[in-house]
């Protein structure tokens, strides 16, 4: 391909800001001819996108991640195939990694992008197990953060998550007993009687501080944390001495960041000699190399597998924004363009 047949792009750009909640109305697909690259730049033509919960926080005016503009394209992760390439870095065929956005075409600098070594393998494990947003971030939050050892106790909420899965196997292969949160009897059944968690709490369904209280009062080691709220607090109470808590996310709040809940049960850190710390993978950068080996290998033994949920189409991207927070899927949402 060359600048002088350049495809049509379809963009989902972000029509109007929405409330606490938000629908398609608040989505607008447009088309529009794809830029072409210049010095340094790419053309990528978009294969899959991950759906992730920061993308919500991006929809808030002065989020913590940058905030979506009215008019522009919403913000997303994802995998494709440059078309055209204006750098001495990338060439057309490759596969890369980055920030593409909502689209089916973008055009950005190359230095936002990496490339990938392994496009045979399927976007579940490109994008479910070794990328940033999921088995990068479940790997660096239980290990590095959580620093679990064997026979502890680690408690995961958000646990059919695209993150939350991946922390729970690896979790059990390191030794630990593991209870994960989730909502819903399907996810619940899956933890359960799938991947063999040791128990499994419905937050939908009955009252998480009990069921902890019952099942590990003061014992939990480590808590890696998706979902902040009343869940965090029910954890807290529960807390062992020198345990440690993981602030991946709190998707709980997402959806009114002007009044986001904190909490209450804090003094629990001090009482048990335990400390809450807050992460995101890019922390961990220098140590990418070495924990998607790992992770690749634990997955090509059958240790951990990566169940997945796909979308089909830029126009269904606000859907499956939506299904992240409503439920319905299990494992790593993504968008298959």
Known sequence: M???????????????????????????????LAKAPEKDELLIKVDTLAIDAWIRTTLHEGSYHDSAQEGNVISALGIGEVLISKSKKFQEGDFVSGPLGAQTHSTMH??????????????????????LTSGLTAYFGLIDVGKVKE??????????GGVGIIVCQLAKVLGAKVIAIAGGPEKCSYLLNDLEMDHVIDYKNSNVENELESIAKDKIDVFFDNVGGDILDAVLDNLNTGARVAICGAISQYS?????????????????????????????????????????????????????????????????LKMLFTGGHTGKLMVKI
């Open 2 to 32: 060359n600048i002088s047949n350049l495809p049509t792009a379809k963009k989902l750009i972000l029509k109007k800001r929405p409330g606490k909640d938000f629908d398609e109305e608040n989505f607008e697909v447009i088309e529009d």
């Open 256 to 320: 009114d960041m002007k009044n986001v809940i904190g909490p209450k049960k804090y003094l629990k850190l001090a009482e048990n000699y335990a400390s809450m710390e807050g992460f995101t993978v890019m922390h961990f950068s220098e140590k990418f190399e070495e924990a998607t080996q790992k992770l690749l290998s634990l997955y090509e033994e059958g240790k951990i597998v990566v169940p997945t949920h796909y979308e089909n189409g830029i126009e269904s991207f606000p859907r499956a």
């Open 110 to 131: 190359a230095a936002a992008f990496n490339k990938i070594h392994n496009p045979q393998l399927d976007p579940e494990v490109n994008i479910g197990l070794i990328g």
């Open 151 to 160: 026979g502890e106790t680690v408690v995961v909420s958000g646990a059919a």
